[in-house]
């Protein structure tokens, strides 16, 4: 099955630093990507839906200039958490798709953030 | 406004009892549905789809566009079971996925 990976599994950063977060689709191309967050116990949260060479689209609630996210290549997404606080410290998960007319996608590890 | 309830965050049930995960939609259009697992410390994983009307695992679940509900049924339930089941809705085509809150199964020996 198709994979997905990310970088780093696991991050810890001081407050007001920037941490960016990569998700890779190792053997197939997504031309769309999805950030989501889940904290503790809780369900997963969609953050944005990453577009290979556009703008990312946010769900309402997320701060853009917060999260920025950059979708560079149809195998690599990024989410830079900017000026990080410890209240964006949570579990990251990227999703991709498998491709035009099919709906099946495949999750990332996740990056668990810790902002100390 | 697209809703996904799983009513029950947790459920514990004996090892061979039958058991069944609730999930109900309010989705606009024709959505396809899946069921997502969570394993413990394991990434997400695609478990079933209603379009596939397979048994993944010995789990099934039937889409009742009457109910609006696509619950997920095992009829002897082990413990390897035990994890974090999410509904998920999408639309056609490369969409999000809509995360109900998930449902805790816990399999007691």
């Known amino acids: 099955g198709a994979v997905v990976s990310q970088h780093p599994s696991r991050v810890i950063c001081k407050s007001g630093t920037s941490v960016k977060i990569e998700c890779r689709s190792l053997?197939?191309?997504?031309?769309?990507m999805f950030w989501y967050r889940q904290f503790p116990k809780q369900s997963l949260m969609l953050m944005a839906t990453?577009?290979?060479?556009?703008?990312?689209?946010?769900e309402q609630g997320v701060e853009k200039d917060k999260f920025l996210i950059n979708h560079a290549s149809l195998t690599l997404s990024t989410l830079t958490v900017t000026s990080a606080h410890p209240e964006d410290s949570s579990f990251y998960i990227c999703?991709?798709?498998?491709?035009?007319?099919?709906?099946?996608?495949?999750f990332g590890p996740g990056t668990r953030l810790t902002v100390t | 406004a697209q809703r996904v309830t799983q009513p029950e965050k947790l459920l514990s049930v004996f090892k061979g009892a039958p058991v069944e995960l609730k999930c109900n939609y309010s989705?606009?259009?024709?959505?396809?549905l899946f069921w997502y697992v969570q394993y413990s410390r394991q990434r997400l994983q695609l478990l079933l789809r209603?379009?596939s009307r397979e048994s993944i695992k010995g789990f099934t679940a039937d889409l009742n566009k009457g109910e609006t509900s696509f619950h997920l049924k095992k009829p002897f339930a082990q413990e390897e079971d035990s994890a974090m089941y999410y509904c998920?809705?999408?639309?056609?085509?490369?969409?999000?996925?809509?995360f109900g809150k998930g449902t805790r199964l816990s399999v007691i020996a």
């Open positions: 999703s991709a798709g498998g491709g035009i007319g099919i709906n099946e996608q495949y």
């Open positions: 053997d197939f191309q997504a031309t769309t």
């Open positions: 990453s577009n290979e060479g556009s703008k990312a689209t946010y």
């Open positions: 989705y606009s259009g024709s959505p396809e």
């Open positions: 209603h379009i």
């Open positions: 998920a809705p999408t639309r056609q085509g490369n969409t999000p996925l809509v």
